[in-house]
């Protein structure tokens, strides 16, 4: 069983709160961490048909079936729940009597906020990252990586990943998207999927994908909210403060799970994905992703940002660490270069930032002055 590097968050959160909600994408492992890090706690699955009903007409039954200290998956199917839960933890003043579990993040945000406020404590968990595997012993070459992707069924079933994500983002469109809203044509929004897979790591232009998709614009803005909602999507925020005047203001797109993206481009053998036109932002959204794992996994707030002036400067990564800023670029060669840290001098002096990196493929690693060239499957080293 790998090790997940939230562990110890989880476990400190739940000595400090009455409820930890574990939100993330679907089969990011949510269950088995919870299960696993508290298996002395009751499980119920909010999915089945049989409780789910049983919560939303007798939730008191419910909770006599299912007392505390209990694991609750999916709560987002009956958030009704909450208000039940707030009164019970009020009452019995105890830490760490429920364990929340939920795939559709602005929802259940939402809920909480309403019904939890101060009462629980919030985690995101996302697939495995390089960490993780690295410290299972399993250790993977760049396109491996970026063709198999993070989701843990892929590596405790050993599933063929094309097959597997298939399989995943059918059951996306099938069921949570039918239950998040009614999108009345599922063929166009096929389409705009893959279109926004050819446009990763790219600022978003959303005027340019309403006209190849054949949408309005506020449509494609409503569909985006359903992506991020769900965890298919990470939108990444430009940095403008202190720079405003000169910087960009639209979001760059990632998705969460590279190989969900590799599947949604086309790529269905390894060796396809090195060879990609669009290997540069296939290998920048799984750098990207990484480093949200790592904060999130730390308990961090991801303060990541992407930087670009109207004189097409730019890098693909500010990390805000404190009050410095530091920028990072992202290479997908496996050969350094010089050219790689060119910019990121200029990027120092305009944010006086005392370091930086280049993240790339290759195995060399040195220190150039305040530039330190590392390999991707390092990256969790820059956060700490």
């Known amino acids: ?3 997940r590097d939230i562990t110890n968050e989880l476990l400190f959160l739940s000595t400090q709160y009455p409820v930890v ?3 993330g994408p679907r089969q990011a492992g949510k269950t088995t961490l919870s299960q696993q890090v508290f298996p002395e706690y009751h499980y119920v699955n909010l999915e089945l048909p049989e409780w789910r009903s049983l919560a939303e007409e007798d939730p008191q039954a419910f909770f006599r079936t299912f007392p505390s200290p209990l694991i609750i998956d999916e709560i987002q199917r009956v958030p009704s729940l909450l208000s039940y839960i707030q009164v019970q933890v009020d009452r019995d003043q105890r830490i760490g009597q429920y364990i929340l579990t939920g795939s559709h993040q602005f929802q259940l945000q939402q809920a909480i906020s309403q019904s939890l406020a101060g009462r629980s404590a919030l985690l995101t968990l996302f697939p495995f990252s390089i960490n993780e595997l690295s410290n299972a012993g399993l250790h993977y070459t760049r396109d491996e990586y970026l063709f198999q992707g993070f989701f843990p069924r892929i590596y405790k079933d050993k599933q063929e990943p094309n097959r597997a994500y298939r399989n995943y983002y059918q059951t996306y469109i099938e069921r949570d998207l039918r239950q998040m809203s009614n999108i009345r044509n599922l063929n166009l929004f096929d389409k705009f999927i893959r279109l926004l897979a050819g446009r990763t790591g790219q600022v978003l232009n959303l005027h340019s994908l309403s006209s190849d998709v054949g949408v ?3 449509t494609l803005h409503e569909w985006l909210s359903l992506l991020e909602a769900s965890f298919i999507i990470y939108r ?4 403008y403060k202190n720079f405003g005047k000169r910087t960009i203001k639209s979001p760059k797109i990632y998705f969460t799970d590279v190989g969900l993206l590799c599947y949604l481009l086309g790529i269905s053998e390894i060796h396809q994905a090195g060879r990609d036109p669009l290997i540069g932002g296939i290998f920048e959204n ?4 990484e480093a949200i ?9 991801p303060k990541l940002f992407f930087y670009r002036d109207n004189n097409q400067l730019e890098v693909d990564l500010l990390y805000q660490n404190g009050r410095e800023l530091v920028p990072i670029e992202i290479k997908s060669a496996m050969t350094y ?4 840290r060119q910019k990121l001098d200029r990027i120092c002096r305009i944010m006086d930032s005392s370091q930086a990196f280049v993240i790339y493929a290759g195995e060399t690693e040195i220190q150039l002055e305040n530039v330190k060239i590392m390999n991707y499957a390092n ?6």
């Open 236 to 239: 990444l925020q430009p940095y």
């Open 379 to 384: 990256t969790n080293q820059i956060f700490g």
């Open 216 to 218: 309005s614009s506020t």
């Open 1 to 3: 069983m790998i090790e």
């Open 337 to 340: 270069h010089p050219s790689f």
């Open 21 to 23: 909600t574990i939100v």
């Open 293 to 301: 794992k790592n904060l999130l996994n730390k308990g961090k707030e």
């Open 286 to 289: 799984m750098v990207v992703m």
